[in-house]
């Protein structure tokens, strides 16, 4: 039996292979966040432009926007990023300012820009907003998912069990 990153017990199958699989992913993150944050105490990271911060993870193996984002949100309190889980992408697509076509791996600046630009016009900060969002949307589970089911089919007809009663052939 060996620690892991966390110093929790770690057992290991006959081909070497962790049985748990969360140890693993949760000390993946650790490494990319504790490189994250070894990059911002170097001296070319700008500390104070919180999107230039955000854009220099990019040389940050597997730092992805979403993830640099709150870290730098988390970082600086800044409201020019936005974090865009897949709860504020729902509500963004029933809201129509996604389209459905839209993703985070494709399209987080454009998406990011449109969230933020909502909430400039709401005159909320962003990070509000989020939070709004995100616990609607994560407490709500079924509604959300109704919804999310009448936006991806909107036209498809009612589902009859039978199309013609016994007897009533025509």
């Given at each position: 039996m060996t620690k892991s990153l966390f110093g929790e017990d770690v057992t290991r199958t006959a081909a070497g292979r962790r049985t748990t699989d969360k140890i693993s992913l949760l000390e993946k993150k650790a490494r990319y966040l504790a490189a994250a944050f070894r990059r911002l105490?170097?001296?070319?990271?700008?500390?104070?432009?919180?999107?230039?911060?955000?854009?220099?993870?990019?040389?940050?193996?597997?730092?992805?926007?979403?993830?640099?984002?709150?870290?730098?949100?988390?970082?600086?309190?800044?409201?020019?990023?936005?974090?865009?889980?897949?709860h504020i992408v729902r509500a963004g697509v029933l809201m129509n300012l996604y389209d459905r076509g839209e993703t985070v791996e494709k399209h987080?600046?454009?998406?990011?820009?449109k969230f933020i630009t909502l909430a400039k016009r709401m005159a909320i900060p962003?990070?509000?907003?989020?939070?709004?969002?995100?616990?609607?949307?994560?407490?709500?589970?079924?509604?959300?998912?109704?919804?999310m089911l009448n936006i991806e089919t909107p036209t498809r007809p009612p589902k009859h069990r039978h199309s013609r009663r016994k007897g009533l052939e025509r």
């Amino acid at each position: 039996m060996t620690k892991s990153l966390f110093g929790e017990d770690v057992t290991r199958t006959a081909a070497g292979r962790r049985t748990t699989d969360k140890i693993s992913l949760l000390e993946k993150k650790a490494r990319y966040l504790a490189a994250a944050f070894r990059r911002l105490r170097s001296a070319d990271v700008p500390m104070t432009d919180a999107i230039e911060l955000r854009n220099s993870f990019d040389d940050v193996a597997r730092h992805r926007p979403k993830t640099a984002s709150w870290t730098v949100r988390n970082w600086t309190n800044s409201d020019e990023v936005a974090i865009l889980d897949i709860h504020i992408v729902r509500a963004g697509v029933l809201m129509n300012l996604y389209d459905r076509g839209e993703t985070v791996e494709k399209h987080y600046l454009e998406m990011e820009k449109k969230f933020i630009t909502l909430a400039k016009r709401m005159a909320i900060p962003t990070s509000d907003l989020d939070a709004l969002i995100w616990s609607m949307m994560r407490t709500t589970p079924r509604i959300v998912a109704q919804l999310m089911l009448n936006i991806e089919t909107p036209t498809r007809p009612p589902k009859h069990r039978h199309s013609r009663r016994k007897g009533l052939e025509r």
